[in-house]
């Protein structure tokens, strides 16, 4: 209520600076997104998908380790069940996203929060999370904003880039090894994250499980590697705060 | 060019894009008759480094059971990339330099060096 007593056009400069701030947040992890999407779109023609076929899955997925997942399954003519549990699996964390994402944001229509699900993505999630996880406030206009900065123009992005591999991936040569170019994009999102001794560990057990972890069906690894780079983050701060308190 | 519809395949994408909606915003939707406890929501600050971690690693060194591991240009670059992120500070560094260290390497260990 208070916000509406400093007038509406106030309101909107608050909404649109949220929003700036978070499309410009999000402009390396763009690139990530782009780089993904672009393989991806060159990904679904080679697994033998119609270039129409490829733009409606593109369009309407928007999930792209579902579909890389999927591809080789669909080619196999694999039961469409297979297909679900495989896409439900490799989908699992979107519900700790949506878990960690929820008390942010329980307070708009459902409506709201079903467009921001069908809008939200790893990289929503990690900005969104690391600028407001330790915010006093929780539920405010600028963080729905800054959401959206972040979510409409990465599914953009996405949706842009998948079609031109679809349409034109052919054009680039393999020898350039751009996915490579992808796997540093999330490199570049992730480094700037790393500023505590638990969060080192974390990154350390996380990416020791998914390395051992990989053989692991239908992308399990990758769930398994999340849990345990959590509970190394939570145990390494459990430390911390015990020796501060014995000194 | 065909314009066939392929109902298996449109089936494959409309159950695809029902787990993206279950899964995205089911927490959403109903987290009230499921209430996380604060300890939770701290242990949530972790999820994102773990999960771009755990997408990241596997990448790098992939390896397979019974196959010999694979050790090409890519951890090599990423080494590169993360001391130029070090030096630098700079997240365009990291995808920029560590393409042209990708390339670089690559080259070499193709002369054989």
């Known amino acids: 209520m208070r916000q509406q007593e400093r007038g509406p056009s106030r309101i909107r400069q608050i909404r649109r600076q949220a929003f700036i701030n978070g499309a410009r947040d999000g402009v390396v992890p763009f690139i990530a997104i782009g780089t993904w999407g672009f393989v991806i779109g060159i990904a679904m023609v080679k697994s033998g998908l119609t270039e129409s076929m490829a733009t409606l899955m593109t369009l309407m997925v928007y999930a792209g380790s579902a579909q890389l997942t999927a591809l080789p399954l669909i080619a196999s003519s694999a039961p469409l069940w297979l297909i679900f549990a495989a896409g439900m699996v490799v989908n699992i964390r979107f519900v700790m996203f949506g878990a960690a994402l929820h008390p942010f944001f329980r307070e708009l229509s459902w409506r709201r929060r079903l467009l921001l699900g069908v809008f939200s993505s790893d990289i929503t999630f990690v900005l969104f999370m690391s600028r407001y996880s330790d915010a006093r406030r929780i539920g405010t206009s600028a963080q729905l904003w800054y959401f959206f900065g972040v979510a409409i123009p990465g599914w953009a992005v996405w949706n842009v880039f998948s079609l031109v591999g679809i349409f034109m991936g052919g054009l680039v040569p393999p020898e350039w090894s751009l996915e490579f170019g992808a796997i540093l994009a999330l490199m570049a999102v992730i480094l700037p994250l790393i500023k505590s001794r638990p969060m080192v560990m974390c990154l350390i057990a996380a990416g020791l499980t998914a390395w051992v972890a990989q053989p692991l069906p239908l992308r399990l690894g990758l769930a398994v590697a999340v849990v345990a780079g959590v509970l190394a983050g939570i145990f390494s701060e459990r430390l911390a705060v015990r020796a501060r308190g014995v000194q | ?113």
Request: hydrophobic residues 60%.
């Open chain 2, 1 to 113: 060019m065909t314009f066939a519809i392929d109902w298996y395949i449109v089936g494959a994408i409309v159950l695809l894009t029902l787990c993206s909606i279950l899964t995205r915003c089911s927490y959403l939707l109903f987290g009230d008759r499921f209430p996380l406890s604060d300890s939770m929501r701290r242990a949530f600050r972790y999820a994102p480094v773990a999960a771009l971690a755990g997408i990241v690693v596997p990448e790098l060194l992939p390896w397979q059971p019974g196959v010999a591991l694979v050790f090409d240009a890519r951890p090599l670059a990423a080494l590169a990339a993360i001391i130029l992120y070090w030096r630098t500070g700079s997240t365009l560094a990291v995808i920029i330099g560590g393409m042209v260290a990708f390339w670089g390497f690559r080259y070499l260990l193709a002369v054989g060096i």
